[in-house]
Every structure is written in C-alpha cells, then in structure tokens.
C-alpha cells in the first residue's frame, strides 16, 4: 500500500469547522496505518503516558513516529520533531504528520527522501500534548497541559505551560508564571509533568551528551542530532538562548542553520530571546543539556489557522527547511556553512552497458534568509560526485569524482558543475549518484542525490501519438518519462513520438 501523499484528499472528518486538522485519535490512527503499509520504513512507539493517563482519567499514550528503513544498519543522525506541545496550535501536528507522509509516499521514487530514509532517522512526537489538543479541538484556546491539581478555582485554565517545564534554566530569569491560572504557568518545579518527563527522555535517550555543562561551553562542532519544536504562530524560526540575550556558544552556528532553513520558508530567523524571553523551554533543554541543535518553528499568523492558508503556505513552504533538517543532521554545526547541491541530474538517465553520462548539478552558496543579519557566502572551490555510496560512508573513502566549473574556472557563489561518468563496470540496474559541493571557506554543503539507470536487456519502447481531443488532429508535443529524464519531440505532421 502507498501512503498517502499531502496534495490528495482524505474522507476524514477532521476537527469541527476546520476540516483540514485532524483530531488527535485521527492522527494516530494516521501514523499507526503507515506503520502498518510500510513496515520497513516507520515505527510507531510508546514513549509514555499522558498527564490524564497517569490519573486514571482516560488519556492517551505519547507516541512517536520514527522513520527509516531499519534494513540499513546504523548508527543514523537523527532529527527529532515535537509537535502541538501548545494544544491550540492547530497547524503543527498536521504539519509533522504530512511531513511524514511525504517521505513515505516518495521513498524508492525521490532519491534525495530516499537516502535520508535509508541513512538517516526521522522521529516525529506528532502530538506532545494529547490531553490539552482534544480540549482545543472543542474551540478552546487551550495552551497548557489539563493537570487539575493547579488552578482548581478556575477550571478551563488548568494546567502546566508544557514549553516553560522542562529541566534548563527553569524559572531562572521571568519567562515563565509562577501563577497557576497564568497560560505561562511553568509548574510546581522543573519537569513536574508527564509529558515534559517524557519529552526529556526521548532526549536523553536518542541523543548522546554533546555540550559540558557551564554555559559558556561550546558543542562539539561534530555533534550530530537536530531537534525542532513546531509551533504556532508568527512566522519565525528561533534558536536559544531563550532566557537571556547573551549569545549561546554555538550561536553562530544556530544563527547559520537558522538563517538557511528560513530561506525555504521565508520566516523571520532570530535567536529566540529576542522575540520575548523564555525559560525553562524544549529548545533550551535539548542543546543546553546536551548540545543538540535545537530550533523553534512559529508557523503562520493564528492558533486556529484557516485551512486555506494552511495548504497555501504553511504546508508547501515548510516541508522543503524540513528536508533540508533531515539532509544537515549528520553535522549541524558544520554543512549549514556549506553550498547546496541542485538541479542534480544524470543525463542521460538511461544508459546502455559501456556507454557515458554526464553527472550535472549547481552547487550554491548563498541560500540564506538575509533578513535579520547578513550570512556570508563565499565563492565555490569546488564539487565532488559519488557512485552508490555517500560521502561519510567509510567503503567510500577515496572514490570522489571531481566535478568541473563548466565556464572553466571556480570564482562564483553559484557555479553549473559536471563530471564524465563511465558505466562499463557497473551492473545493470538502478544506481545512485551522490553530489556536493566545497567553498572557499572550506566548508562542504549538504548532499543530494540522483538516479541513473543501467539497461539490463529488460527494456522496451514506448510510443504513440498525440492529438487534439476535439478535432483528432496531430499535435507537436513533448513527451517525457520524469523518473527516467526522458523526452521525445512529437512529428509536427503525425503527432507520432517514440522513445
């Protein structure tokens, strides 16, 4: 079976007047289903109970959706998502849900989704939250946690602020309520609630310790992890520090990856103190406690956002800075820094035994959102290609194929590379190639990939004709097989193509 992608319509009923959402049992039921159609790629685990669950209220478990193809062995770098940790925020477990329906639905089909899938691991908490989402899901502006042992004067605001909970800088510097009515609200101590505890598990539990413990320590710039926590609203991505405005010791490098994956959505990218002070948040225990990157997204305008600007905007402007999360999790610290690879192809995409394709791709360094401060860019330096393996992959040392500047000459910030591929010892069948590029700074950018395919004597023709639908009359056309990047030109005269 095919997971459904994000552009096709679902016979759900979604929350009530916002058909888009789906409700929490929904989106379970979502993410158990994918398990089950794919049982080599996701796996849907338990990761603990609720705060209604722990009391015997009903409740629900926090599951979390981890996705790679456990035939690859590992250990994988991993990027790690919650979502809808704020009830109300209706847009952020749909967006991590379709997000995983994304990868799911193009594996074996997208080469990029597929080597993420196969070497690298995706975790999404879809739903951090449970009990206070299915209070929202009534229309409440529910923001908290439904704990009844706070506020008990006032029932419908109940609860522990999740986010100002966790066990980092809690209730250090006034960015939380010590207020049990208050929305921001940050409990009776730090990590008082379930959830929070079991958000902080799954931390500590996938993600080595990476940063000592003084705050002015640095991460290794190895370290490897990326951790997002999807929120609503404002249009932002945000890195720590949160709870004071000095600048964290990996602030340059948050800054760097913050800066790229605002370029794919076009938010505001700042550090997180800067749009109010916070403590005691996700973000902060994740690279605080352990030096894992860490990042805020703030999606659209509203809580409760309309489902055209949802589908419009959100959805299809944020998948792509969460591929490219996925893609720089090996080394946060470090392939922000570095050029992207596009526009990669093999030409052509389908060869013959013996014959040679050219390896074509743009390597740029200068895809950053610039807004809130300049990012530098340098010039490339250089590009390099890989058969069937990727760069990290220690079988892979030593085969790189250098890839030339097609004007002759590496000096720009964006430059069109190729590389003359042979294929005469190469078996028949589907293979993988594996680009990146280098730019004067040193710094080597983010992979991508392309397929090319080996005839092993199973292949056929397809042809046909094209023709106006109400006269019958022949057409000139242009006819092409995309996984393949084939084209034919149709006879003008017949409308006859061939390939």
């Known amino acids: 079976a095919r997971a459904t992608p994000p552009t096709e319509t679902r016979l759900l009923a979604g929350i009530p007047g916002i058909h888009c959402y789906r409700t929490v ?3 379970f039921a979502s993410a158990a289903q994918m ?3 794919h049982p080599d790629l996701p796996s849907w685990i338990d990761a603990g109970d609720s705060w209604d669950k722990t009391a015997g209220l009903g409740g629900y478990d926090l599951m979390v959706l981890r996705l790679t193809n456990v035939s690859r062995p590992g250990p994988k770098p991993k990027l790690f998502l919650t979502c809808a940790i704020h009830a109300r925020e209706y847009a952020t477990a749909e967006l991590c849900t379709r997000f995983a329906e994304h990868l799911l639905a193009r594996h074996d089909r997208d080469p990029d989704v597929t080597w993420l899938l196969d070497h690298h691991e995706i975790h999404l908490m879809l739903i951090a939250n449970p009990d206070g989402r299915k209070q929202a899901e009534a229309g ?3 923001r908290k946690n439904t704990n009844d042992a706070y506020c008990r004067q006032q029932e419908d605001r109940r609860g522990a602020d999740l986010n100002r909970n966790f066990d980092f800088q809690w209730a250090c510097c006034g960015g939380s309520s010590s207020r049990e009515c208050d929305e921001l609200f940050r409990g009776p101590w730090a990590a008082s609630e379930p959830e929070t505890q079991v958000v902080q598990n799954y931390l500590l539990a996938e993600f080595p310790d990476q940063r000592e413990d003084p705050l002015d320590a640095p991460a290794s710039d190895l370290a490897t992890g990326i951790y997002l926590d999807i929120h609503a609203s404002g249009d932002l991505v945000l890195w720590p520090w949160g709870f004071d405005g000095g600048e964290a010791p990996n602030h340059v490098q948050l800054q760097t990856l913050g800066r790229k994956m605002a370029y794919f959505n076009g938010y505001t ?7 109010y002070p916070t403590d005691g948040t996700t973000t902060e225990f994740a690279y605080g406690a352990q030096g894992v990157a860490a990042f805020t997204f703030e999606l659209g305008d509203w809580f409760f956002q309309d489902c055209a600007a949802f589908e419009e905007a959100i959805l299809p402007t944020n998948l792509a800075p969460l591929l490219y999360a996925a893609k720089a999790a090996r080394t946060p610290y470090l392939t922000p820094s570095g050029p992207d690879a596009l526009a990669l192809r093999a030409a052509p995409a389908l060869v013959g035994a013996g014959a040679t394709l050219r390896i074509e791709a743009i390597i740029d360094d200068t895809r950053y959102n610039q807004d809130g401060g300049a990012e530098p ?3 490339i330096a250089g590009a390099e290609c890989y058969l069937d393996l990727p760069p990290w992959d220690r079988d892979a040392q030593g085969t790189a194929i250098a890839m030339d500047a097609e004007d002759g000459l590496f000096d720009g910030s964006r430059e069109n590379v190729g590389a003359v591929l042979e294929s ?3 078996a028949p069948g589907r293979h993988t190639i594996f680009v990146r590029g ?6 080597w950018g983010a992979v991508s990939a392309a397929f090319f395919w080996l005839a092993d004597g199973t292949e056929g023709r397809v042809s046909g004709t094209v023709t106006e639908g109400s006269t019958g009359l022949p057409l000139a056309a242009s006819v092409s097989v995309d996984l393949l990047g084939l084209t034919a030109r149709t006879d003008p005269a017949s409308g006859h193509y061939s390939m």
């Open 269 to 275: 990218a700042k550090q997180g103190y800067f749009l």
């Open 377 to 379: 860019s340098q010039a």
């Open 25 to 27: 049992e929904e989106t």
């Open 140 to 142: 409440d502006l529910w």
């Open 35 to 37: 398990a089950a159609d």
């Open 424 to 426: 005469a010892a190469l």
């Open 438 to 443: 280098l730019d004067a700074a040193g710094n």
